[in-house]
């Protein structure tokens, strides 16, 4: 036969917490809890909105993946761009 719980309340909650507070025992151990490593980015509204458009046009389940995706391909773009003109530079120094 299943034993039905007695529902406790806020009140007897908080009366057991402060008895038990000074117990060690009675508690577990701390649990550790590591902040996100994502980031928040403001938009002025008039871009959120033309971003949210060219998510849906382009079938993508968020405006935050479209908005990933688009930084992701812009860095490749400039970080392949910066290795160019490096070489460059570096090619006319040994000139």
């Not at 008895?19 to 980031?39: G, L, T, Y």
């Amino acid at each position: 036969m299943k034993t039905k719980r007695k529902i406790i309340s806020e009140e007897e909650i908080d009366e057991i917490v402060i008895a038990q507070a000074e117990n060690d025992s009675a508690w577990e151990k701390p649990v550790r809890v590591q902040k996100s490593k994502q980031a928040s980015l403001l938009l002025p509204a008039a871009l959120a909105a033309r971003a949210a458009f060219f998510a849906r046009l382009h079938r993508e389940n968020s405006v935050e993946d479209w908005l990933n995706r688009i930084i992701r391909e812009r860095l490749d773009i400039e970080e392949a761009a910066f290795v160019g003109l490096k070489r460059e530079l570096l090619l006319k120094s040994t000139r």
